[in-house]
């Protein structure tokens, strides 16, 4: 606690040393529970505010558990505004870049309760990586990890005799009030702004612990990002909006399953320049995405960051995989599946917050909407004349059957290659981008749904959970498939993509993004 500063900071420091037992940990979190009496009002965004049930609302008989325990739908909440609507806590989770503030409001005595985190430096899996933060309880969480929306993966194992320490947090929690009159909502704004102001004291220079580095004990890395695809220009592009962060040293992508050590992440500007300050000593590998391009960009230089390091690192350039010109594609390359087909909500089962809105993937029981619109048949895609914001549907789950089991489910692509094709030897190139998978398989067959062998499987991949927990996005995979051309014909194509998989209705597969392309030789024809 510090003078004239209203509320506390508060921070964990977790420690091996050499010689101790193996171990397992799967979640970090401090909790804090407020009084039931007083907080009602919920705050985690500018858009995600609302009055919120009590936690003997969900007991039954006043409430009926679902298809898991954390979703319970509201039968005879003390408020009748809630009745019938559906309280699950994953409903607000929140990417780790954007839990800065979160927490409640006490109308009645006009007194405001939040958590502020002006760094993400200690979370796991980088600047994606979904949290929970609020929900009801009244419930306040600071996660300093958790394997949520990733699985297994994620589960922190140290080996016998392994030594390890890390610092997780500060983070802040503040208090604020108003005298009667004032509009209490507005508590949020004041929060945000100390948000801010947190944001530039960071790193602290209280905490006593010299485990936690001041700013001069720090570094930091500069520079642009470019990338090159002359498939779509001649010039290198700016990667406007790339994220672009500093993590342990590894391989393509493996930032977003790290979790042992720190994680440093900046937002390029639209010319493509990015600074990353405030690095702590240690050894590390540049990362990066780019909205709009598929794959991952990866510095395999090891950084060696020491007290007062300034590393200008001038242009990089990102060469996103392609191998010829774009003859179809599917969705947009954002590492998620927010821009296909996402159905309204079942009216028994809703959450007023997200009605009428962008995020309403985030509705309970979506997953069933797949059989009610594909009672027998599954999706065909028609790549000349559909269009995937209202013809593809965002997850490939399982169909449930009268019986109580359940069924896998095949897509179709369809497309027409022109005479000009029908001569040419060698592959296509099919990039399937995939924004979650959970136990499920991904097997691609190219005219003939009826071979035993399929061109190309995943095999079992993933335990991102995030069908059940109402994202629209768990770890990223990129998959690059080789279509021989013999394979194809002139006229009618079908590509099929079969999630085999059916043991429950939360297997399943969200895409991010699909292409085909065609061999580079193909762009010189005439």
């Not at 979703?71 to 009748?80: G, I, K, N, R, S």
Request: charged residues 25%; negative net charge; contains cysteine.
């Amino acid at each position: 606690m510090l003078r004239n500063s209203s509320g506390f900071y508060s921070y964990a420091i977790f420690e091996r040393l050499k010689g101790w037992p193996a171990v397992e940990l799967d979640n970090i979190r401090l909790v804090f529970k407020l009084n039931q009496d007083k907080f009602h009002y919920m705050a985690i965004s500018d858009e995600r505010q609302r009055y919120m049930p009590m936690p003997e609302d969900r007991i039954p008989p006043r409430g009926k558990p679902l298809a898991y325990p954390e979703a319970v739908q509201l039968l005879d909440p003390m408020e009748p505004e809630f009745k019938g609507e559906v309280d699950d806590k994953y409903e607000y989770s929140m990417e780790s870049k954007d839990i800065k503030v979160h927490g409640w409001i006490s109308t009645n005595n006009s007194v405001g309760f939040w958590q502020i985190t002006p760094s993400n430096e200690f979370r796991s899996a980088g600047p994606l990586k979904q949290f929970l933060g609020s929900h009801v309880g009244p419930t306040n969480l600071a996660v300093f990890h958790s394997t949520h929306y990733v699985g297994a993966e994620l589960i922190m194992s140290f080996e016998e005799g392994e030594a390890w320490k890390k610092v997780f947090g500060p983070v802040f929690i503040y208090l604020n009030s108003f005298s009667k009159g004032v509009d209490p909502l507005l508590l949020w704004t004041q929060a945000k702004n100390q948000t801010k102001i947190e944001e530039e004291k960071w790193p602290y220079n209280f905490t006593a612990s010299s485990d936690f580095p001041a700013s001069d004990q720090r570094g930091s890395v500069t520079g642009r990002l470019l990338v090159r695809d002359r498939y779509i220009r001649s010039e290198d592009i700016p990667a406007n909006g790339s994220y672009v962060g500093l993590a342990a040293p590894g391989d393509v992508g493996s930032w977003q399953r790290e979790y042992k050590g720190y994680q440093f992440w900046s937002k390029a500007d639209e010319k493509g320049y990015f600074s990353i300050n405030n690095v702590r000593t240690g050894h590390y590998n540049l990362y990066a995405f780019v909205p709009g391009f598929i794959g991952d960009y990866h510095n395999q230089t090891v950084f060696n960051i020491s007290p007062g390091t300034n590393i200008s690192l001038g242009d990089l350039v990102y060469e996103p995989p392609r191998d010829g010109v774009t003859l179809w594609e599917i969705g947009v390359p954002d590492r998620t599946a927010a821009e296909f087909y996402i159905p309204d909500p079942n009216p028994t089962f809703t959450n007023k917050l997200y009605l009428n809105r962008s995020d309403k993937y985030r509705q309970y029981g979506l997953w069933e909407r797949y059989a009610e619109l594909y009672p027998h048949e599954d999706m065909v895609y028609n790549v000349d004349v559909d269009d995937y914001s209202k013809n593809w549907f965002y997850m490939q789950v399982t169909r449930k059957q009268a019986d109580g089991g359940y069924n896998g489910t095949t897509w179709q692509i369809k497309f027409q290659l022109d005479e000009k094709m029908k001569n040419f030897t060698g592959n296509f190139k099919l990039r399937i981008a995939l924004a979650t998978s959970n136990v499920a398989e991904l097997q691609v067959r190219v005219n003939d749904v009826s071979k035993d062998r399929p061109l190309f499987t995943t095999g079992e991949i993933g335990k991102d959970n995030t069908i059940a927990r109402h994202g629209i996005h768990g770890l990223y995979w990129l998959y690059s498939v080789d279509v021989p051309a013999s394979s194809l014909r002139n006229g009618n194509n079908t590509i099929y993509l079969t999630q085999p998989l059916a043991r429950s209705p939360f297997q399943g597969l969200m895409y991010d993004y699909i292409r085909l392309e065609c061999p580079d030789t193909v762009s010189h024809l005439t």
